[in-house]
């Protein structure tokens, strides 16, 4: 089965400009969460859907967004970019309603570079 | 404020021997724990997890032990091997119902393995 999946893998764009990073959850995971991961630190939470819905929303500003789709993969959407964006964003995405729920499985990761 | 964290950035460990990775936490509301591991270019891996009212999981060469009155957590590796080389990241959620499980992670330890 294909695991978590990101696309692009490397995005480079100027600050004030604006991206877009998607993701593809495991088959049959409903719940899609996303992650900012800056250099000597761990991932930072930033959003978790569940069904369409947003479920959780970490301490980032509103230029960040997020949606989920019909078929459970996911965007983030990051507006006026900011060098301090610069980082590793990971989506992890896992089951529902059973005792794994809580043990997501994270994608490759999309490297962003603000210049 | 961190509330979970890895006072140790880096471990070095012969092959053979035992590794002991320590995460210590603040927030009393964390009832699940996680250890992922990390390599290079890729997203972190589930490696672990332990419920909160338990206090030792065990799978093959690596056991989480869980000491609530402490608030700390350990992860042992034994024996360790070369590929067991890569960042271990710590992880909690608080409040495992519903869902909605946000990730709080710790800053990592780099463990290296040595021949």
């Known amino acids: 089965d294909a695991g978590v999946t990101q696309s692009p893998t490397h995005l480079i764009k100027t600050r004030g400009q604006h991206v877009t990073l998607r993701c593809s959850p495991i088959?049959?995971?409903?719940?899609v969460s996303w992650y900012q991961q800056v250099l000597g630190q761990g991932p930072q939470f930033i959003f978790q859907?569940?069904?369409?819905?947003?479920?959780g929303r970490g301490n980032f500003p509103d230029r960040f967004s997020a949606r989920q789709f019909p078929n459970y993969s996911s965007e983030l959407n990051v507006n006026a970019l900011l060098l301090g964006d610069s980082a590793l964003y990971l989506c992890?995405?896992?089951?529902?309603?059973?005792?794994?729920?809580?043990?997501?499985?994270f994608g490759p990761g999309t490297r962003l570079t603000v210049t | 404020d961190q509330q979970v964290k890895q006072n140790s950035p880096s471990l070095s460990v012969q092959e053979g021997r035992i590794s002991i990775l320590n995460c210590d936490y603040t927030?009393?509301?964390?009832?699940?724990f996680l250890w992922y591991k990390k390599y290079p270019a890729e997203g972190p891996t589930f490696l672990i997890s332990?419920?909160?009212?338990?206090d030792k999981n065990e799978d093959g060469r690596f056991t989480v032990f869980l000491n609530k009155s402490a608030k700390h957590l350990s992860l042992h590796i034994v024996p360790s091997q070369p590929g067991d080389s890569a960042v271990y990241f710590c992880?909690?959620?608080?409040?495992?119902?519903?869902?909605?499980?946000?990730?709080?992670f710790g800053t990592g330890t780099r463990l290296q393995v040595t021949l």
């Open positions: 992890a995405s896992s089951l529902t309603g059973t005792s794994t729920f809580y043990e997501q499985y």
């Open positions: 088959s049959g995971h409903k719940s």
């Open positions: 859907y569940y069904e369409k819905e947003e479920r």
């Open positions: 927030n009393s509301m964390f009832d699940y």
């Open positions: 332990i419920s909160s009212i338990k």
């Open positions: 992880a909690a959620i608080a409040g495992t119902t519903g869902t909605a499980s946000k990730l709080t």
